[in-house]
């Protein structure tokens, strides 16, 4: 037995938490990557049953999946695509699209034009991200996009911050330049719609950027890089059961490179899970900050001179693994513990990480 489990009951108090604190401004569940890794359809039902119905996704077919599920619901592509097959599939969705460029504004209105119909957009400015949207200084252009494009109905304008996990100084700084330029258009008598900015750490970080509405994906999950005061609860870990129990002799060695070498009689157990299913790896390569990596190098140079100890639970009680964590196997010591083959193992893995294994909500 192995699967990840998504605790039903602490992601839907996750859920209310994150609603209270948005008060009446409206919550776009982003559920990009399958939801997080834990299901786009189980995910977003919960979502739904919790009065979640704004949903933002990145793929033509979690669209399709949304839409099917719920017809009444608010879908927002946060991605700006000028392909008339796609414009085409998120239109019949009725889908909000974003437009990111002025060239992707001329695509979606011909599209539009040539169905007769009145395409729903969201304008995105590019304050920082560099993926997708219009400078702030040309505001000039986003301008042309409600003069000239007759079969374009904005509905939305937003933003998407780059470190607000980490620096609030450019997090403000981007947050400055967005407003300034909705109000540039508001100044000039265009209608915005709902202006939005804030993506997780933004919105438990900075209540006074929740503007119109907030774009929220790990919180839901409660993985955020700082402690948040919401209470938020970590969601999901990795269940599977003791394989195999024994007694190895003094100078016995364990897994690939023999990283451990027994220096006394110990009791041992094979865990199913390993580092294909997301188990103990690697986070140094996700780099964000010079301080991340020189905190990384130093991560490094302490595992190897003393290796770090990555635990599992087994009955209630911590346990070290043994040597190197394989691909699909484990060691860990049950020396010290009373336990037998089938009880139950817990592990510490990220849903974003997680690979091959069923999830269970519970
Ligand atoms: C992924 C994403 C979000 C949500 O980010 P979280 O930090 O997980 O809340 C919001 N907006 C955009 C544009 C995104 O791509």
Same mark, same amino acid.
């Given at each position: 037995?192995?699967?990840?489990?998504?605790?039903?009951?602490?992601?839907?108090?996750?859920?209310?938490?994150?609603?209270?604190?948005?008060?009446?401004?409206?919550?776009?569940?982003?559920?990009?990557?399958?939801?997080?890794?834990?299901?786009?359809?189980?995910?977003?039902?919960?979502?739904?049953?919790?009065?979640?119905?704004?949903?933002?996704?990145?793929?033509?077919?979690?669209?399709?999946?949304?839409?099917?599920?719920?017809?009444?619901?608010?879908?927002?592509?946060?991605?700006?695509?000028?392909?008339?097959?796609?414009?085409?599939?998120?239109?019949?969705?009725?889908?909000?699209?974003?437009?990111?460029?002025?060239?992707?504004?001329?695509?979606?209105? !011909?599209? =539009? *034009?040539?169905?007769? #119909?009145?395409? $729903?957009?969201?304008? @995105? +400015?590019?304050?920082?991200?560099?993926?997708? &949207?219009?400078?702030?200084?040309?505001?000039?252009?986003?301008?042309?996009?409600?003069?000239?494009?007759?079969?374009?109905?904005?509905?939305?304008?937003?933003?998407?911050?780059?470190?607000?996990?980490?620096?609030?100084?450019?997090?403000?700084?981007?947050?400055?330049?967005?407003?300034?330029?909705?109000?540039?258009?508001?100044?000039?008598?265009?209608?915005?719609?709902?202006?939005?900015?804030?993506?997780?750490?933004?919105?438990?970080?900075?209540?006074?950027?929740?503007?119109?509405?907030?774009?929220?994906?790990?919180?839901?999950?409660?993985?955020?890089?700082?402690?948040?005061?919401?209470?938020?609860?970590?969601?999901?870990?990795?269940?599977?059961?003791?394989?195999?129990?024994?007694?190895?002799?003094?100078?016995?060695?364990? !897994?690939? =490179? *023999?990283?451990?070498? #027994?220096?006394? $009689?110990?009791?041992? @157990? +094979?865990?199913?899970?390993?580092?294909?299913? &997301?188990?103990?790896?690697?986070?140094?390569?996700?780099?964000?900050?010079?301080?991340?990596?020189?905190?990384?190098?130093?991560?490094?140079?302490?595992?190897?001179?003393?290796?770090?100890?990555?635990?599992?639970?087994?009955?209630?009680?911590?346990?070290?693994?043994?040597?190197?964590?394989?691909?699909?196997?484990?060691?860990?010591?049950?020396?010290?513990?009373?336990?037998?083959?089938?009880?139950?193992?817990?592990?510490?893995?990220?849903?974003?990480?997680?690979?091959?294994?069923?999830?269970?909500?519970?």
């Amino acid at each position: 037995m192995k699967a990840y489990v998504v605790e039903r009951d602490a992601l839907v108090q996750n859920i209310q938490a994150l609603r209270r604190f948005a008060g009446s401004v409206p919550i776009w569940g982003v559920l990009k990557g399958n939801g997080y890794g834990i299901g786009l359809v189980p995910f977003s039902r919960i979502l739904h049953e919790n009065g979640i119905d704004h949903y933002a996704v990145t793929e033509i077919k979690e669209a399709e999946v949304l839409r099917e599920n719920y017809p009444d619901a608010s879908i927002l592509m946060m991605r700006s695509t000028a392909d008339p097959a796609e414009i085409n599939a998120l239109m019949d969705l009725g889908v909000y699209l974003t437009v990111g460029s002025y060239e992707t504004a001329v695509a979606i209105n !011909g599209v =539009a *034009a040539e169905r007769a #119909a009145i395409a $729903q957009v969201h304008i @995105a +400015v590019d304050t920082g991200m560099g993926r997708y &949207g219009f400078l702030p200084e040309d505001s000039d252009k986003i301008i042309s996009v409600y003069e000239y494009m007759k079969n374009i109905k904005v509905a939305g304008i937003f933003t998407h911050f780059h470190s607000s996990f980490s620096n609030e100084k450019a997090t403000k700084h981007q947050f400055e330049r967005f407003t300034a330029v909705v109000e540039k258009l508001k100044t000039a008598g265009y209608d915005t719609g709902m202006a939005h900015c804030c993506n997780s750490h933004a919105f438990v970080r900075h209540p006074e950027m929740h503007l119109d509405g907030v774009r929220i994906g790990s919180a839901f999950l409660g993985r955020l890089a700082f402690k948040d005061k919401l209470g938020l609860q970590r969601i999901g870990y990795a269940e599977c059961t003791l394989e195999e129990i024994r007694w190895i002799p003094k100078g016995q060695t364990i !897994g690939y =490179a *023999a990283g451990f070498k #027994a220096t006394r $009689q110990m009791r041992t @157990a +094979v865990i199913g899970l390993g580092w294909y299913n &997301g188990f103990a790896a690697s986070r140094e390569n996700d780099i964000f900050r010079i301080r991340d990596s020189i905190g990384g190098i130093l991560h490094h140079l302490k595992n190897l001179l003393f290796p770090r100890r990555i635990l599992v639970e087994v009955n209630g009680h911590k346990c070290r693994t043994l040597g190197h964590v394989g691909m699909v196997h484990a060691v860990v010591d049950v020396t010290d513990i009373d336990c037998a083959v089938g009880d139950k193992v817990t592990v510490a893995i990220n849903p974003l990480a997680v690979k091959g294994l069923r999830v269970q909500y519970r």
